[in-house]
């Protein structure tokens, strides 16, 4: 494969890439504009595994979204709703907490909680969720809020965004979500996540949480009005973030779900624009030691050829997933390990289960055979952990 790729249109990408060189924004462009996706695969295939051996992970977790009603009204987001609507949806403290139990029942490491801006809500009901399922379920991490969400807490709090996180992190919170990065570019932002933080807000907030000593996941939402060049500023100023604090534990490319929503994009993203997507965020983000493939937004089947494009990772087994869903997505709203794990081992990598920080704690050594396992998300709610 290395012969392949030498001498092939990236050879000289390799050259730099083997020296210890770094890919600028003008060579990150080129690669996104290739039509040789499968010579590019090869190299981003070639810069994963020299960061993760032949190994590729998942996540036994599961999502809570506390309500989806939002003081917002994002132009692209097809899950918040107002107070008017009747399909709006709040959960009460005690509710979440029983699904903190049927998740750790089910062997969930992680709880993956946000939700809408709410409009009534206060700041003790954020903090109390935190402490209550922490005071019951000590062991599992809890990863929760985007940087909006944060923004949003620290005005309810009317305090600083570190005090803010200072005081959350105190009650429970261990890591945050990568959540709401959508695209930088201020003009592209403007259209369609008017009223978010600006992109400068986003990347401070995490700024803040990493020199607190936290870890975070970050987000790239393509396929709608971005253009090549926005993705590749996109990356650069994660990249640079990462340079500075090194708190991001993986990315997670996003795809538009074109449905339900308030912008038309005449060509919603592809197979061929996720492959290459997530390898030129492999190839480009050398200071980033995972990349995702959100199965969830892309189908099992383009996340599991994925993991020969640049991503080590599928995420988790989710029981149930709005925001995508509502936007649009027919994935299932889970799956079992077992199919996770045979996803992998049949692209030849070694599946390995991870925490939040992507630290392995199981290695499975032994093949799960196609026989071994249903196709049916909803099998044996003991193979199940909601992500």
Same mark, same amino acid.
């Given at each position: 494969?290395?012969?392949?790729?030498?001498?092939?249109?990236?050879?000289?990408?390799?050259?730099?890439?083997?020296?210890?060189?770094?890919?600028?924004?003008?060579?990150?462009?080129?690669?996104?504009?290739?039509?040789?996706?499968?010579?590019? *695969?090869?190299?981003?295939?070639?810069?994963?595994?020299?960061?993760?051996?032949? =190994?590729?992970?998942?996540?036994?977790?599961?999502?809570?979204?506390?309500?989806?009603?939002?003081?917002?009204?994002?132009?692209?987001?097809?899950?918040? %709703?107002?107070?008017?609507?009747?399909?709006?949806?709040?959960?009460?403290?005690?509710?979440?907490?029983?699904?903190?139990?049927?998740?750790?029942?089910?062997?969930?490491?992680?709880? &993956?909680?946000?939700? *809408?801006?709410?409009?009534?809500?206060?700041?003790?009901?954020?903090?109390?969720?935190?402490?209550?399922?922490?005071?019951?379920?000590?062991?599992? &991490?809890?990863?929760?809020?985007?940087?909006?969400?944060?923004?949003? /807490?620290?005005?309810?709090?009317?305090?600083?965004?570190?005090?803010?996180?200072?005081?959350?992190?105190?009650?429970?919170?261990?890591? /945050?979500?990568?959540?709401?990065?959508?695209?930088?570019?201020?003009?592209?932002?403007?259209?369609?996540?008017?009223?978010?933080?600006?992109?400068?807000?986003?990347?401070?907030? @995490?700024?803040?949480? &990493?020199?607190?000593?936290?870890?975070?996941?970050?987000?790239?939402?393509?396929? @709608?009005?971005?253009?090549?060049?926005?993705?590749?500023?996109?990356?650069?100023? /994660? %990249?640079?973030?990462?340079?500075?604090?090194?708190?991001?534990?993986?990315?997670?490319?996003?795809?538009?779900?074109?449905?339900?929503?308030?912008?038309?994009?005449?060509?919603?993203?592809?197979?061929?624009?996720?492959?290459?997507?997530?390898?030129?965020?492999?190839?480009?983000?050398?200071?980033?030691? &995972?990349?995702?493939?959100?199965?969830?937004? @892309?189908?099992?089947?383009?996340?599991?050829?994925?993991?020969?494009?640049?991503?080590?990772?599928? @995420?988790?087994?989710? =029981?149930?997933?709005?925001?995508?869903?509502?936007?649009?997505?027919?994935?299932?709203?889970?799956?079992?390990?077992?199919?996770?794990?045979?996803?992998?081992?049949?692209?030849? =990598?070694?599946?390995?289960?991870?925490?939040?920080?992507?630290?392995?704690?199981?290695?499975?050594?032994?093949?799960?055979?196609?026989?071994?396992?249903?196709?049916?998300?909803?099998?044996?709610?003991?193979?199940?952990?909601?992500?």
């Amino acid at each position: 494969m290395d012969f392949v790729i030498k001498n092939s249109e990236f050879g000289d990408f390799y050259k730099k890439i083997a020296n210890g060189e770094r890919i600028n924004e003008e060579d990150a462009l080129r690669l996104f504009k290739t039509n040789d996706l499968n010579g590019l *695969g090869a190299l981003a295939d070639f810069v994963c595994k020299k960061k993760n051996q032949n =190994r590729a992970s998942y996540l036994l977790n599961r999502y809570i979204n506390y309500s989806n009603y939002c003081i917002l009204s994002c132009q692209f987001c097809a899950f918040a %709703r107002k107070k008017r609507n009747n399909d709006g949806f709040e959960l009460t403290i005690d509710e979440i907490v029983e699904r903190a139990r049927e998740a750790l029942k089910l062997g969930a490491t992680e709880l &993956h909680i946000v939700g *809408g801006l709410h409009p009534s809500f206060p700041y003790e009901y954020y903090t109390g969720f935190l402490k209550a399922i922490k005071k019951v379920f000590p062991s599992l &991490h809890i990863k929760a809020f985007t940087a909006i969400e944060i923004l949003h /807490l620290s005005r309810l709090n009317k305090k600083s965004i570190e005090e803010t996180l200072i005081e959350l992190k105190e009650a429970g919170l261990d890591s /945050l979500t990568g959540g709401g990065a959508e695209i930088f570019n201020p003009t592209v932002r403007e259209k369609i996540a008017r009223g978010k933080e600006t992109a400068d807000e986003y990347l401070d907030i @995490h700024r803040t949480w &990493h020199r607190l000593g936290g870890k975070s996941t970050c987000t790239m939402l393509y396929g @709608h009005i971005e253009t090549l060049k926005d993705r590749v500023d996109h990356l650069r100023r /994660l %990249r640079e973030l990462q340079d500075e604090t090194g708190g991001f534990s993986g990315i997670v490319p996003l795809p538009y779900q074109p449905e339900n929503n308030q912008i038309p994009v005449k060509y919603p993203p592809t197979g061929f624009d996720t492959l290459r997507t997530i390898a030129v965020s492999r190839i480009y983000l050398d200071n980033f030691d &995972h990349i995702t493939a959100y199965w969830v937004g @892309h189908g099992l089947k383009l996340a599991q050829v994925a993991l020969n494009y640049g991503a080590d990772d599928l @995420h988790g087994t989710i =029981r149930e997933e709005y925001i995508f869903h509502m936007a649009g997505a027919k994935t299932p709203q889970s799956l079992t390990e077992r199919l996770l794990v045979r996803t992998i081992q049949e692209t030849g =990598r070694i599946a390995v289960q991870r925490d939040s920080f992507y630290r392995p704690i199981k290695v499975w050594d032994k093949k799960v055979e196609r026989t071994d396992v249903s196709e049916n998300p909803s099998v044996k709610d003991s193979e199940v952990c909601a992500g």
